[in-house]
C-alpha cells in the first residue's frame, strides 16, 4: 500500500508569512508524528497525535507552531509568522499503534526555506 | 533526560570494505533502539531494531547491530559496503514507559569510494 506522503515537496516562503504543510499517513496508523530536520542536525521532535487524545505538543518550538489531525487522517502542520530559523525539513511519521514496539515509518519531508 | 550519540559525522569507506557506525545512549535503563537510514531526498527507511532478547540484530540491506548495555552502545556493522549504501544513518531510542517520540541521534554521513 501506499506510504506516508507529504506536500508540498519544496516550500519558500519570505519571513513573516504563514505556511502551512501536510501529512498524509498510512491508512489505519492510529499514531501520527512530526519532526523536524535542520541542516547538519538530527530530528528533532515536534508534535505527536494518538487517535482522539489530546496531542502531545511538548516539542513545539515556539506558539507560533501548531498542528492539527482529524480522527485518524491527514495532519497539518502551520507555522506562523515564519522565521528564518524555522528553515528545515519538516518530517511526518506515522504508525499502527503507538506503543513500545511499533515502527515509525516516515515521509519524505517537505524542505522549508524562509528568505 | 534521555539522549543519543554518534560520535562520527561523517565516515568515508571503499566500496567493499567493512563498516561499523558507532551509536551511544544516555538512559537510565534499556531503551528500544533503532537505526534509520536516509537517501538523498528520501525519508528515513527502517534497518533494523532492537526490544529485547538476542543483542545481535540483523537488518534490511545486510545491515546487523550489536546492543552492548555495559557500553550504552547499539553500533552498525556491514561486513561489505556498496556504493548504494551512501547515505546519512541515524540512531535513535524510544523509552520504555507511555507513548513517546523517538530521540534521534545526530547522523553520520557515510560517503563510498570506489
Known amino acids: 500500500g501506499a506510504g506516508v506522503s507529504q506536500s508540498p515537496s519544496n516550500k519558500v516562503t519570505e519571513k513573516g508569512k504563514d505556511v502551512e504543510l501536510r501529512c498524509d499517513p498510512i491508512?489505519?496508523?492510529?499514531?501520527l508524528y512530526w519532526y523536524r530536520q535542520r541542516l547538519g542536525q538530527g530530528l528533532e521532535f515536534l508534535i505527536y497525535f494518538q487517535g482522539n487524545s489530546a496531542p502531545d505538543k511538548s516539542g513545539l518550538p515556539s506558539d507560533r507552531f501548531s498542528a492539527e489531525r482529524t480522527g485518524e487522517s491527514v495532519s497539518t502542520l502551520t507555522i506562523q509568522r515564519t522565521q528564518q530559523e524555522d528553515s528545515a525539513v519538516y518530517l511526518c511519521a506515522s504508525s499502527p499503534l503507538a506503543d513500545h514496539t511499533d515502527t515509525q515509518y516516515f515521509g519524505p519531508g517537505t524542505r522549508l526555506t524562509v528568505l | 533526560a534521555q539522549s543519543v550519540t554518534q560520535p562520527d559525522i561523517h565516515i568515508t569507506v571503499s566500496e567493499g570494505a567493512s563498516l561499523e557506525l558507532r551509536c551511544n545512549y544516555s538512559?537510565?535503563?534499556?531503551?528500544?533502539l533503532f537505526w534509520y537510514v536516509q537517501s538523498p531526498g528520501q525519508g528515513l527507511q527502517l534497518l533494523l531494531k532492537y526490544f529485547s532478547g538476542d543483542t545481535l540484530v540483523q537488518g534490511i540491506k545486510g545491515f546487523e547491530a550489536e546492543f552492548k548495555r555495559s557500553q550504552s552502545s547499539f553500533n552498525l556493522r556491514k561486513p561489505s559496503v556498496h556504493w548504494s549504501d551512501a547515505a546519512e544513518y541515524f540512531c535513535?531510542?524510544?523509552?520504555?514507559?507511555?507513548?513517546?517520540?523517538?530521540?534521534f541521534g545526530k547522523g553520520t554521513r557515510l560517503s563510498v569510494i570506489a
Open positions: 491508512s489505519g496508523h492510529t499514531a
Open positions: 538512559y537510565g535503563a534499556t531503551p528500544y
Open positions: 535513535a531510542l524510544k523509552i520504555l514507559s507511555g507513548n513517546t517520540p523517538l530521540v
